[in-house]
């Protein structure tokens, strides 16, 4: 959905037992950042500590809990597998044109 003011998203709410629909222009939302954990190196990792604009908005074990789902995601998706290895060498022999007719191991992990 796009309006003339910009990006906007639909979000889902639950209240009194009612599905309710809503769309959101993302231009007037506040931003928030989740920093990303370097402690392991340069994998794709999130801080799972609570950012100070959450606090009092969502439960901080809710939000460590969908931050370490996230990185166990990236985790299996960046995981050296002997497809993987062969995918990355097919795809330096063919100029990573082989993307448009294979689907790698990070994009099926990540849908």
């Known amino acids: 959905m796009k309006w003339k003011n910009g990006l906007s998203c639909l979000v889902m709410r639950k209240s009194e ?11 007037k ?3 928030i950042f989740i920093l ?10 999130f ?15 809710l939000f460590e809990k969908c931050i370490q789902t996230l990185n166990e995601i990236f985790a299996k998706a960046e995981k050296l597998t002997w497809k993987s290895f062969f995918e990355n060498i097919i795809g330096c022999f063919t100029c990573y044109l082989s993307h448009l007719c294979m689907e790698y191991q990070f994009s099926k992990v990540r849908k």
């Open 36 to 45: 990303r954990d370097y402690s392991s190196g340069t994998a794709v990792r």
């Open 17 to 27: 037992n009612i599905d309710c629909i809503m769309s959101v222009v993302l231009e």
């Open 47 to 61: 801080q799972t500590k609570l950012p100070q604009e959450l606090v009092g908005r969502i439960d901080e074990q």
């Open 29 to 31: 939302c506040p931003k």
